[in-house]
C-alpha cells in the first residue's frame, strides 16, 4: 500500500502513522463497519472526485441500514474528503470512507452504541492490475456463494460480509485465476467477489438484478452511459446462469476498484474471442473519458479539488 500524509479521523487531520484504533474496537471484533470506494481523477481541471454524492449518500444508506445512526451529513463528509485529497497533494487517489463502532463494548448488543467516522484517501493503481484491465482476466466460479437476502442485509456495504468475498477471491487466486464469480442459492451468477458483472449476449447487455447483486455505482455509470447513446446497445437487469457466460460474446466487471475490467475466460474456457469485446472496450474508453472531465454532459458527477 502507498500511504498518504494524513487521515481524517472524526474532525481531525492526524499523520497517516498515527491513525490507530484499540484492538478491542468493536468493528474489528466483529465487523461492525459500513465504508465506500470512491476514486480521485486527474483531468484538466485538476483532480476531480467521481460522483462523489452518490458515494457518501450510499455510505449514509448502509449506516442507516445497520441502525448505527451517521455521525456527519454527507454536505460534511464531502468536504472533508475534498479537504483530505488537497491536503494529502494527490492528484490522482482512492479513498475509503468508514463508518465503524468503536472500542467500549463487547458482545453482540449495539443498541446505544454512536459510531465513529474515519476517511483515508491514498495513491491506488487498477484493481485487477493493468494488464488485465487491457487484455482481460481470467475468473472462476466459486464454491462459495453470495449470501441470501434474508440472511444479512446485501444492500449495505458492511465490513464483515465481505469475509464471504475474501474467501471467494482466495479461492481463486490460490487456483491460478484473478477474480471469483460468485452464483446465488438458486444457481444464478450475483457479481464477482467486488464487482458486478456483465455479459454482452443475443445483441444485448445482460446484468443481474439488484435483488441479487449490489448496486454498484459503476454498474449505474454504465447503464446511464447507455441510455444516454455514449455507447449503442440495448441493456438490461436479467437473471443468467454459469451457462449463459460460458457462451456469451463478451463478459467484463465493473467497480469502483476495477473500473470496466474485460474477463477473457471463465473456468478455463474462452468468451467470445478470448478477447476484450468491442462493447467492452467502447464502454471502457467512455468511462474513462467521463471520469476525466473530457465529457460535458456528465461534469456534474464530478466534484473537483482546487
Not at 466483529?30 to 457518501?56: M, N, Q, S, W
Not at 463502532?101 to 492490475?129: C, E, H, R, S
Request: charged content about 25%; hydrophobic content about 40%.
Amino acid at each position: 500500500m502507498q500511504e498518504a500524509k494524513f487521515i481524517w479521523m472524526d474532525g481531525k487531520f492526524v499523520k497517516w502513522k498515527d491513525a490507530k484504533v484499540h484492538v478491542l474496537t468493536h468493528a474489528l471484533q466483529y465487523g461492525t463497519a459500513v465504508f465506500e470506494g470512491i476514486r480521485c481523477y486527474k483531468t484538466d481541471k485538476g483532480p476531480a472526485i467521481f460522483k462523489l454524492h452518490d458515494h457518501l449518500t450510499r455510505l449514509k444508506d448502509s449506516a442507516h441500514i445497520l441502525g448505527f445512526g451517521f455521525p456527519h451529513s454527507v454536505d460534511e463528509l464531502k468536504k472533508v474528503v475534498v479537504k483530505l485529497v488537497a491536503k494529502n497533494g494527490l492528484k490522482e487517489c482512492y479513498i475509503r470512507p468508514l463508518v465503524y463502532l468503536p472500542y467500549g463494548k463487547m458482545g453482540l448488543n449495539i443498541v446505544g452504541m454512536k459510531p465513529k467516522t474515519m476517511v483515508a484517501a491514498f495513491p491506488w493503481d487498477a484493481y485487477l492490475g493493468k494488464t488485465g484491465e487491457e487484455k482481460g482476466i481470467r475468473a472462476k466460479v466459486s464454491s462459495f456463494l453470495r449470501p441470501q437476502v434474508d440472511s444479512t442485509m446485501n444492500d449495505a456495504k458492511t465490513a464483515g460480509n465481505y469475509v464471504n468475498s475474501v474467501l471467494a477471491k482466495q479461492e481463486a487466486v490460490q487456483s491460478g485465476f484473478d477474480e471469483a464469480i460468485m452464483l446465488d442459492a438458486n444457481g444464478y451468477v450475483a457479481e464477482a467477489s467486488a464487482e458486478n458483472i456483465f455479459i454482452f449476449r443475443h445483441g444485448s447487455l445482460w446484468t443481474p438484478p439488484t435483488s441479487i447483486a449490489l448496486e454498484g455505482m459503476t454498474r449505474k455509470t454504465v447503464f446511464d452511459l447507455v441510455n444516454a447513446g455514449i455507447v449503442n446497445a440495448f441493456i438490461k437487469e436479467e437473471v443468467f446462469t454459469r451457462d449463459d457466460v460460458y457462451s456469451a460474446d463478451e463478459c467484463f466487471l465493473t467497480g469502483t476498484a476495477a473500473e470496466i475490467t474485460p474477463v477473457v475466460e471463465v473456468d478455463n474456457r474462452k468468451i467470445g474471442s478470448g478477447k476484450p469485446g468491442n462493447y467492452t472496450k467502447q464502454l471502457q474508453q467512455a468511462y474513462r473519458d467521463v471520469t476525466h472531465g473530457k465529457v460535458k454532459q456528465f461534469l456534474d458527477w464530478l466534484t473537483f479539488v482546487k
